[in-house]
């Protein structure tokens, strides 16, 4: 049982690229969720979904975006990369009702030059 | 607006010693308080969970008490061992919402030597 997966692990880009992190879960959950993590900080909420096909922005959307065409799968993208991106990004999964504690993935680990 | 704070930002002890790690919080009321452990390069995982009742949680040598009244939690850590090397991270959920509203504290990282 593999839970959540991220693609990939570690990524550099330079400004103004645009990239597209990837997040798979195998355990049916309805609910997911993107959130960044920054040295010193807590993790803060991307954007979320609560099933296929809705996505709801979180505390830090901006300069991203998201989609969910299947249960399984939650791309995050990034249009057009800033210095500001740099972090590591975490995918999480939680079951039916939104409040059990998440899965997360290992993270892909961002450097915007 | 609603905060979780940790203490210490760091702690070294001796293998096999014990430890307790603090969380104080602001969000009141709340629905119930997790604590995760989160190993370097990899993504947290659930160590406890604990409704607004409840007074302590335990897994394994992991024991996390609650005081609701004061708006503290602690994890208390049992006999460390190497593999306990870790950052430890509280988070609250405030009542009537899912998991996107969590306020997560910032972590304690735990560091154990032989």
């Known amino acids: 049982n593999a839970g959540v997966t991220q693609t990939p692990k570690f990524r550099i880009l330079k400004i103004g690229q645009s990239m597209t992190l990837q997040c798979t879960q195998d355990?049916?959950?309805?609910?997911m969720y993107w959130y960044r993590q920054d040295p010193g900080m807590g993790l803060k909420l991307i954007y979320y979904?609560?099933?296929?096909?809705?996505?709801d922005k979180g505390e830090v959307p901006n300069g991203y975006n998201v989609s969910r065409s299947t249960t399984e799968d939650f791309p995050l993208r990034l249009e057009l990369a800033a210095p500001s991106q740099t972090s590591v990004y975490f995918c999480?999964?939680?079951?039916?009702?939104?409040?059990?504690?998440?899965?997360f993935g290992d993270g892909t680990r961002l450097s915007i030059l | 607006k609603n905060q979780v704070e940790q203490s210490p930002q760091s702690l070294i002890i001796l293998e096999g010693k014990n430890c307790t790690l603090q969380?104080?919080?602001?969000?009141?009321?709340?629905?119930?308080l997790r604590w995760y452990k989160q190993d370097t390069g990899r993504g947290p995982v659930s160590l406890t969970i604990?409704?607004?009742?409840?007074n302590t949680k335990s897994n394994g040598r992991y024991t996390a008490t609650l005081d609701a009244d004061t708006k503290q939690s602690s994890l208390h850590i049992t006999a460390s061992q190497l593999s306990d090397s870790a950052s430890y991270i509280c988070?609250?959920?405030?009542?009537?919402?899912?998991?996107?509203?969590?306020?997560f504290g910032t972590g304690t990282r735990l560091t154990i030597i032989p």
């Open positions: 999480a999964s939680s079951g039916q009702s939104g409040r059990q504690p998440q899965h």
């Open positions: 969380c104080n919080y602001t969000v009141s009321p709340f629905s119930n």
């Open positions: 604990m409704t607004f009742s409840e």
């Open positions: 355990m049916n959950h309805n609910y």
């Open positions: 979904s609560v099933g296929a096909g809705i996505t």
């Open positions: 988070v609250v959920s405030p009542p009537s919402f899912g998991n996107e509203k969590l306020t």
